[in-house]
């Protein structure tokens, strides 16, 4: 039961990279370098009680590539290329340490604004498609994803409230996610942002996510143990403070931790990234 945590991790943890957001601006690039760590001590069972691996733990290390281009005002070019290491150190407590390492999933897709182009509020949906670039090495590795090809769908609300403090915003977004293996899985996720500029160049904010999966497969057999992670779900609070550079560069960096789930790792990490238009 162990090893249904394993590749839930990277499949789901950060594939959540594209946000809703704002508009790019027409011809303009945006670029997003970023860097996660995550690694879990225990994790949730089927029904929901927590576990310790005892002596071993997991990790992963995330490495991603996300940008776009602005087509025109209201259209906009969005990728994500991330490169995954993932690491099972004695969860099985039999001393032993796998690892793999390797391009995860790949998503590239469109976005498009419905309401006018303006600095308050912007509605949005964006349909991307997902491409494994990876092939998994199976038992008893942990896998780095579904190698499953997939399509999302997300609608976001974004924008920035008048008065108060220092004029606070949001990004918030509901999205579908359906793979096409036989069994999937299909997945419905949610995540939430708000946050507020302390100054002219910091600002802070929070994060409430989450993804519930579905599967038709839920057996527990050795040579399907790792179809059985398709169904899941949890929900993850991230704490981030960024620094504005100047109008072009800033850099964020954060930490966030699982807060519930089931069929699924208790973990925590950080992250840092850098945001840059052009």
């Known amino acids: 039961m162990k090893k249904l945590t394993l590749i839930i991790i990277a499949t789901i943890a ?19 370098p970023g860097y996660n760590y995550y690694t879990a001590s ?3 069972g089927p029904n929901g009680n927590y576990n310790s691996y005892g002596s071993g733990n997991f990790s992963s290390h995330y490495f991603n590539l996300y940008g776009g281009y602005g087509i025109s005002r209201r259209l906009n070019f969005l990728y994500n290329i991330p490169l995954v290491n993932q690491v099972d150190n004695n969860t099985n407590g039999k001393n032993k340490i796998y690892s793999a390492f390797a391009l995860g999933d790949a998503s590239l897709g469109l976005s498009y604004f419905f309401n006018d182009f303006d600095e308050l509020t912007h509605v949005c949906l964006t349909g991307n498609l997902i491409v494994p670039l990876y ?3 199976g038992t008893p590795y942990p896998n780095i994803g579904y190698q499953s090809l997939g399509v ?3 609608l976001g609300f974004s924008g920035s409230a008048t008065g108060g403090f220092r004029n606070p915003y949001y990004d918030i977004e509901f ?5 096409f293996a036989s069994d999937g899985p299909f997945q419905v996720f949610a995540n ?18 989450g993804i519930n999966s579905v599967s038709s497969t839920l057996t527990t057999s050795t040579t399907q143990i790792y179809n059985y992670t398709k169904s899941f779900y949890y ?13 072009n560069l800033s850099i964020w960096g954060g930490v966030y931790t699982d807060i519930a789930g089931r069929g699924v790792g208790k973990g925590s990490g ?5 945001v840059i238009k052009y």
Request: aromatic share 14%; charged share 15%; proline share 3%.
């Open 14 to 32: 950060f594939i959540q990279s594209s946000r809703a957001g704002f508009p790019i601006g027409y011809g303009r690039y945006l670029l997003i």
């Open 42 to 44: 225990g994790y949730w």
């Open 135 to 137: 092939q998994n090495q």
């Open 152 to 154: 999302e769908a997300k």
């Open 175 to 179: 999205g579908l996610r359906q793979y």
């Open 192 to 209: 939430i942002t708000g946050g507020v500029p302390v100054s002219d160049d910091w600002k802070i904010s929070g994060t409430i996510s």
């Open 235 to 247: 929900l993850r609070l991230a704490a981030n403070a960024g620094y504005v550079v100047n109008e």
């Open 270 to 274: 950080l992250s840092i990234s850098a």
